[in-house]
């Protein structure tokens, strides 16, 4: 049994004269983040590898993340193909994962966070809000062989604001 947990960076910023990938978090990304991974602390479920995008918005939101669920540093790892917004390289990573990890946590992007929970997940989702959480829960003991799941828990942040 695989367990995914999806994030889509917090709320960025647009008023900073920088390139997409340089966009840093406006101050309600930093507050959602705060609210969704006090959320997600009571779930109880916690990562054993966890990859971000190395985009600016996505690592800061992943740096909270970690900080506030005490992940160690040497689970956490950036990854430039996950500034993916098509969904393509998601899906290539995460089958790439290595099969002695359960629990993966990934930090991205849209429209590939979205396409990914529809296609892979069991409940359909419209669009996964920015800071939003979807976890899928996947009856098999390797990445590679990713089939459709079962989407267990949702955390958006409009739903403790």
Known sequence: ????????????SWEYDVIDHERPLKTRGVNDAGLVVGELKKVGIFPDIVLSSDALRAKSTADIFVSALNIPGEIFHLNHDLYDFSGENLLKIIKS???????????GHNHAITYFVNHFGDKFIDNVPTCGVVIIEFDTN????LNKGKTIKTIFPREFR
């Open 1 to 12: 049994m695989k367990k995914l947990i999806l994030v889509r960076h917090a709320k960025s």
């Open 97 to 107: 994962v290595d099969a002695v990890y359960e629990t993966l946590m990934v930090f």
């Open 142 to 145: 390797d990445w590679e062989t």
